[in-house]
């Protein structure tokens, strides 16, 4: 008995011994860390005061502190920042749905200024600028070294002003300028109309109108064709749409899901992760739907289009979307000013990370460039028919026959004609039309 008391003993004392051994490196490892920033953050003050005493122009301390601030969180990723107490006003105007600007979401991609999207309806959409253009000027400054929010505020000025700003488009060898009138922004989240037999909702943003206009602008569209029954399906258009709030991309896709999550999001740590999942009710009570995605979807058009997809509620049409899947915290400081920083991925029903691989669509389709009418199309003989012959036999069809042919040609060529203007849309009426027209077993219908 004296022995195994003494053999437990022993094994405490070793496991003492054992655990000092260990503990006694870490603490110190720790302690020496600590240290270390104490002497970078000496080090930042030390800076700070030579740069206030030393400079060749008086600075002021504030707007220092802040630039400083500011360069820590930009190191971070390209949409981690400092907001000011102005910039801080503009952001909350903005997400509420007017505001003033060129009316672009940019980012920046190796120190250049690139276009995610231009908003619709707003000046740069009317001048002409593109997903994927990189701003390298404005007014003739370079903006090449400029952070993002730098870049932004030498954008910003008075509505009614000028500014001229110099484009890289892929495609176009030498830059080019185009010259902006600045208004104010009033973006409407969402329009609807009727093509053909589907209903188009064009999502141009997330905010906090998206979902409210598009149920009644649906509402509408549906009541207007009769019912649901008239309809062929849903075109859901987020082209050019850069994002937004999440609840609002939430509701929009618990808009078309009855169960099932929506999406998901991870941080650093697995106890800070979120899922949202839909509520019962599909407002197409199961009718088809193609989602419109392009190289400007971003963030919350992402999170739609990838819950859409993993759900096989809808077939994604389109080209890869832009791929921007974190998550940012706006986190308020003194001052009025704020953090925007992020803290979280997000991910689509299945799994998949959006971030830097974006949505690919089930059918890539691009949209091509409009080419000017060539000497050759504009001289092409016109074609003859049977009907065009002398003497050609009439077809006996009654009045009421002819009428409905003519109006079936009609929308046919309404059908061409929206082709010419944009294909990728007429491509996802088409499918509706296609789906519709091979009945309930098409759609899933047991």
Known sequence: MKKLMMAATGGALLGLLVTSQVAGPLLAQEQGQQANVYEQLDLFGDIFERIRAGYVEEVDDRELIEAAINGMLTSLDPHSSYLSAEDAAAMRVQTSGEFGGLGIEVTQEEGWVKVVSPMDGTPADAAGIMAGDFITAVNGESMMGLTLDDAVNLMRGPVGSEIVITVVR??????????????????????????????????????????????????????????????????????????????????????????????????????????FNAAAGDLAEGKPIVVLINGGSASASEIVAGALQDHRRAIIVGTNSFGKGSVQTVVPLRGEGAM???????????????????????????????????????????????????????????????????????????????????????????????????????????
């Open 340 to 446: 925007r920083l992020t803290t979280s991925r997000y991910y689509t029903p299945s799994g998949r990370s959006i971030q830097a691989l974006g949505i690919s669509p089930d059918i890539i389709v691009e949209q091509p460039r409009p080419q000017p009418a060539t000497e050759e199309q504009d001289d092409a003989p016109a074609t003859r028919s049977e009907a065009d012959l002398r003497g050609a036999l009439k077809n006996g069809l009654s009045e009421d026959q002819l009428l409905q042919i003519e109006q079936e040609r009609a929308r046919a060529e309404t059908a061409a004609q929206l082709r010419e203007q944009d294909y990728q849309l007429a491509y996802a009426i088409d499918i509706l039309k296609g789906l519709n027209a091979l009945g309930p077993l098409a759609n899933g219908a047991n």
């Open 170 to 275: 892929e495609g176009e060898v030498e830059p080019f300028d185009v010259s902006i009138i600045r208004d104010t922004i009033k973006l409407t989240a969402v329009r609807t109309r009727t093509e053909g037999n589907a209903v188009v909702l064009r999502v141009s943003t997330f905010n906090e109108q998206t979902f409210p206009n598009l149920r009644d602008g649906m509402a509408e569209q549906v009541a207007a064709a009769g019912g649901l029954d008239n309809i062929d399906g849903i075109v859901l258009d987020l082209r050019n749409n850069p994002g937004g709030l999440l609840n609002q991309a939430i509701f929009v896709a618990d808009a078309f899901l009855d169960a099932g999550e929506i999406t998901s999001t991870r941080g650093r740590n697995p106890e800070d992760g979120e899922r």
